[in-house]
């Protein structure tokens, strides 16, 4: 008995693994991008970023742009949900990042195609700076009371 259920357990693993890397096989047979790894280099905090991912379809069919998944709510995508391209047309999607994270920053998005039968995942890096306040700067004089002792 519980070597049948170890066996069903390793025949629904190696299934759902097949099926994956066909699906990662068939999209790049069916599109290309551009900036699917893209990188900010420095920007300053809190000023927010955006970058364009160009998708050609390079397939033999008609392809759909059904959706656009950020990782987090960092990131704003903007496209044409439903958008059908035809082979050798291209479709873009902007995706904005916020810029409220301080550092080094990694986001993914998700975009899925087809009826959600395909899907890629794109990503983008960067890292965030303080920008340098002028000394005299009304935020950086104290005010208050000096108490002595």
Known sequence: MKNSILFIILIVSIAFTGHTQITNAD?????SFSNDNFDFG???????????????????????LDDVRPSC?????????????????????VLGFNGNTLGAFYKTAGIFFNNYKLSKQVNFKGETFQEKQPADSAKNKRTGTVFQQ
């Not at 955006?50 to 759909?64: C, F, M």
């Open 73 to 93: 709510g960092c990131t704003t995508p903007q496209f044409e949900r439903g958008r059908k391209f035809a082979p050798g047309q291209s479709v873009t999607v």
């Open 27 to 31: 999209i790049s047979k069916q599109f």
């Open 42 to 64: 420095k920007i300053p905090f809190g000023k927010p970023a955006e970058y364009t991912l160009t998708i050609t379809n390079i397939g033999k069919d008609t392809a759909t």
